[in-house]
């Protein structure tokens, strides 16, 4: 069965992307997903599914037929001698993290939140950090997935080798995955150490830090000189620090605190400085330590946009660099610290870490905040350094420019159109990634 929920009008995370579905659909089975993409189809209509709506680009507007697996989530089975389980792709990542804890297994990586949809978060590179770990695309062994044709078709490691690298990141537009066969680890647990720096000091230890943690981050303050790291290892230690006091401090003062005085900084951007300032001089110091599932993902309440790239490891700190003088130099208004993460090299066709390692770095505007110049001079900086954009965030690249990128760019496209010679997972946006026609209108979305 499928439900057709009535959504007049769909909003992504931020509320920049706004879309007018003409039908949205829930199917609450694997046959009724491919009867929706056979009627879309035999209507020559176009679809795109959506997860949780986290992404910031129009991935999933459309005014045609929107779909999405909320529906269709948990585990189908789990095996935990082999540490593996098939998870449905509507499962948020929140809700994965609880089940397969009641398993005794969990996921080896995960992103700064939670709240993405297995499909979205695969589907668009979602990465952590961590420089012995890769996107968490590449924790799926086998994929299935249902063609614009209704076909259900499954890849794996063994069986179509190909399709899965090009499955593994596929923007929606190769089909809807319904179930991801994950590669797991039994349950751990992580310490977190948090510390105050200051720039320099941290790009000169940089190397020694990423090599001996096993997820190293820092946030870098702009118009200071300071930066606070985040670094967590496995560790025995019991829970400690996790309890009412973390969530007091993120959800009051990092996320209330944080939103009025942003509401301030968008009134007067003269702010930005001092308040990006005072946040450095406030970063607070400390340890925790939890059940990974528990511990990666923080609460976003307050809304933004953002850029992110990917630049060859060794290219990260002078990008860093570039992208700090820029900001300086240009008094920019952002008040909002600039995330530099790492991510292990692997051969998925359209991962931004295809074939080397990489150090992530994102810009972040507040909500209705001007994008330009932050955006533009950042992005300039990022593509200068051999950056790849990620796919969930903002940028202004173009099948012209992406082809020249990714090595493997011929054989996803060969892939998308063996499976979807139509286009009906093109939606404008898509069109202009993978189409050389749509390359004249590449314009950030509004902020
Ligand atoms: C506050 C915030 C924090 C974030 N933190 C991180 C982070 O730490 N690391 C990081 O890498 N990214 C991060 N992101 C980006 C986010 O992880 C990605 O944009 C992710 O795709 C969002 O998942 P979603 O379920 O919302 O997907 P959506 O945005 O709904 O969809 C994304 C894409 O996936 C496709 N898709 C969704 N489901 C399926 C399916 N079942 N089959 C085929 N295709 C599908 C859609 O068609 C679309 O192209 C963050 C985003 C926000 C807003």
Excluded at 234 to 260: I, K, Q, S, Y
Excluded at 265 to 279: F, H, M
């Amino acid at each position: 069965m499928t439900s057709g929920v009535k959504v007049k009008t769909w909003r992504n995370w931020s509320g920049a992307v706004v879309a007018h579905p003409s039908s949205f659909l829930q199917p609450e089975s694997v046959d009724a997903l491919k009867a929706a993409l056979r009627d879309a189809s035999a209507r020559a209509g176009t679809v795109r599914v959506v997860g949780s709506g986290h992404s910031f680009p129009p991935l999933c507007a459309t005014d045609e037929t929107m779909v999405s697996l909320e529906a269709l989530h948990g585990l189908e089975s789990v095996d935990a001698a082999a540490r593996e389980a098939v998870v449905w792709a509507g499962t948020n990542l929140r809700e994965l993290g609880t089940l397969l804890a009641s398993h005794g297994l969990a996921m080896e990586n995960l992103g700064d939140i939670n709240k993405q949809s297995l499909g979205g978060a695969l589907g668009t590179g979602t990465h952590g950090t961590g420089v012995g770990l890769g996107i968490l695309s590449t924790q799926a062994a086998a994929m299935t997935l249902v063609t614009a044709s209704g076909d259900e078709v499954t890849c794996s490691e063994d069986a179509s080798p190909e399709l899965l690298q090009a499955a593994r990141v596929s923007l929606g537009a190769l089909g809807v995955v319904t179930r991801v066969r994950l590669r797991l680890l039994p349950a751990y647990r992580l310490r977190l150490t948090r510390r105050n720096l200051g720039l320099e000091e941290c790009l000169a230890g940089l190397e020694e830090a990423r090599a001996r943690h096993r997820h190293y981050e820092f946030f870098w303050f702009p118009h200071s000189d300071r930066v606070m790291t985040k670094a967590m290892d496995l560790t025995d230690e019991p829970p400690h620090g996790v309890g009412v006091g973390r969530w007091l401090n993120e959800m009051v003062m990092e996320n209330a605190v944080f939103g009025a005085v942003s509401r301030a900084c968008r009134l007067r951007p003269a702010l930005c400085a001092p308040v990006s300032r005072l946040s450095a001089k406030l970063a607070s110091e400390g340890v925790l330590a939890g059940q990974s599932h528990t511990l990666f993902a923080t609460p976003r309440l307050v809304r933004f946009q953002e850029m992110e790239y990917g630049v060859p490891v060794e290219r990260g700190p002078d990008c860093l660099r570039e992208l700090a003088e820029y900001i300086t130099r240009q008094q920019l208004p952002v008040h909002f610290p600039v995330e530099y993460r790492f991510v292990r090299g692997d051969d998925v066709f359209l991962s931004p870490a295809h074939g080397g390692d990489r150090a992530f770095i994102a810009v972040h505007q507040y909500r209705g905040m001007p994008l330009e110049p932050y955006f533009s001079g950042a992005e300039a900086i990022f593509r200068n350094h051999g950056g790849r954009p990620h796919w969930g965030k903002l940028h202004t690249q173009t099948a012209a420019t992406l082809k020249h990128l990714y090595p493997r760019w011929d054989d996803f496209q060969r892939v998308r159109e063996q499976l979807d010679p139509e286009g009906r997972f093109l939606n404008p946006y898509l069109r202009r990634l993978f189409l050389e026609e749509g390359a004249k209108s590449a314009t950030h979305p509004r902020a």
